[in-house]
DNA sequence: ACCTGAACACCGTTCAAGT
DNA sequence: ACCTGAACACCGTTCAAGT
């Protein structure tokens, strides 16, 4: 009953259509939702037939991952100054694992794999540009804290979506929790509890990325 | 054949003893290793006891992960400037991960828990003393780039582990792989990718320290 | 070459039954 | 109150058999 087309195979499996499947699934319902056999019934197939174009989930969830950050990193245009490049980075990203927080685990645990290098390649051509003289500490520090920010954020998407709530009353049932703290042993967090409801996630990451920028620069003035 | 001692139920389970020997597997065999059933042979009971004094494996991972951080944080003493204690706050977990690598998941992935909370609390008692003017951008960055760089080292060495290889014969294959990129493409991390065999973690991490706290101190001289 | 789908090994969690 | 261990649901991976 198939027509397979001499050079589309236009009804056949392939491997980018999983991949787009399995973004899918994941980004309607997060990492636990991405099954062999979901996606399997959703390619209308069998769960075995993916492994003839996957390795294995590792895999599937690494170039799922990698899709995603080529497309993000390749809509931020260069800005004037490579100080505003590396924030407009930081923010794309940011942004990116914000409304795919599966990303998060994976990109953290994927140590020195396509995604990660093509983070660690622009920012460290930006940071090369401005000349620091501690190049790698500077780019490794970068890097570590978008990734550190990242993976915090998806952390507290995928645990709010688990439980069935939104951001703020999660980060709500947080502040309660350090409200209730002993404020003799935790002085610090049970003062803080109050202003956790109003803060800005995003404000917050693009304050710190401006500290590690300012620090790398030479002194100025 | 038992004796139960009428206060110290010595030969019962408890909690303590249950993430005790849940610490030990983990040690031993990493996230992968922790199983009910390898717990509860290592306890010699059944896999279903444990869940008399555990909620689940989330609350057994995390509070795992508080007692190891709780002692670690109790080991740092304090140093005579807010500064250099953040510092010393900063290598103890990093060396606390680097030897309990499942913990970098596990904090990573357990926002507003206790775990973190202690961290928070140290961090921004210091900075608190600094009187750093925004106060929660610079808690917040130093807590989000340790636990990035964290997570990162723990990846590492989870995944060197899952592949039998030691620390720098990871290096090794990861620069290999880098050092076949296109280097039209990949400019920067091809053109670093020799010097990643000899760089110093450790070193690396306390470089990115100090420059977010030259951040946040007011400029000097 | 590529797909099917049953089978396997494994694992977190539950629960009726015991003490 | 606390433990036992069989049973359940689920999931990644394999593989003999098909086309």
Same mark, same amino acid.
């Given at each position: 009953m198939r027509k397979a087309s001499r050079l589309g195979k236009r009804?056949?499996?392939?491997?980018d259509q999983i991949i787009e499947a399995a973004i899918?699934?994941?980004d309607e319902s997060g990492k636990g939702?991405?099954?062999f056999q979901a996606l399997a019934t959703r390619l209308a197939t069998g769960a075995g037939a993916i492994y003839w174009h996957v390795e294995n989930k590792d895999d599937l969830l690494i170039?799922?991952?990698?899709?995603?950050?080529?497309?993000?990193?390749?809509?931020?245009v260069e800005r004037p100054?490579?100080?505003?490049?590396?924030?407009?980075?930081?923010?794309?990203?940011?942004?990116?694992?914000?409304?795919?927080?599966?990303?998060?685990?994976?990109? !953290? *645990?994927?140590?020195? &794999?396509?995604?990660?290098? /093509?983070?660690?390649?622009l920012i460290g051509q930006q940071v090369r540009v401005i000349g620091v003289v501690e190049e790698w500490a500077a780019v490794s520090a970068l890097l570590s804290y978008i990734l550190g920010v990242a993976g915090q954020?998806?952390?507290? !998407? *995928?645990?709010?979506? &688990?439980?069935?709530?939104? /951001?703020s009353r999660f980060l709500g049932e947080v502040a309660d929790v350090w409200a209730c703290l002993d404020a003799t042993a935790?002085?610090?967090?049970?003062?803080?509890?109050?202003?956790?409801?109003?803060?800005?996630?995003?404000?917050?990451?693009?304050?710190?990325?401006?500290?590690?920028?300012?620090?790398?620069?030479?002194?100025?003035?």
């Amino acid at each position: 009953m198939r027509k397979a087309s001499r050079l589309g195979k236009r009804n056949s499996l392939s491997r980018d259509q999983i991949i787009e499947a399995a973004i899918s699934i994941l980004d309607e319902s997060g990492k636990g939702g991405l099954t062999f056999q979901a996606l399997a019934t959703r390619l209308a197939t069998g769960a075995g037939a993916i492994y003839w174009h996957v390795e294995n989930k590792d895999d599937l969830l690494i170039s799922a991952c990698d899709v995603v950050i080529q497309r993000t990193l390749h809509s931020v245009v260069e800005r004037p100054t490579p100080e505003e490049t590396i924030r407009a980075v930081g923010l794309a990203l940011f942004d990116c694992i914000d409304t795919h927080p599966w990303m998060g685990t994976v990109l !953290a *645990q994927t140590p020195g &794999k396509m995604p990660m290098v /093509r983070i660690l390649e622009l920012i460290g051509q930006q940071v090369r540009v401005i000349g620091v003289v501690e190049e790698w500490a500077a780019v490794s520090a970068l890097l570590s804290y978008i990734l550190g920010v990242a993976g915090q954020n998806a952390a507290n !998407a *995928q645990f709010a979506r &688990k439980h069935g709530l939104d /951001r703020s009353r999660f980060l709500g049932e947080v502040a309660d929790v350090w409200a209730c703290l002993d404020a003799t042993a935790f002085p610090f967090v049970s003062s803080i509890s109050c202003k956790l409801a109003e803060h800005d996630d995003r404000a917050d990451f693009l304050a710190g990325i401006d500290l590690l920028i300012r620090a790398m620069l030479p002194v100025k003035r």
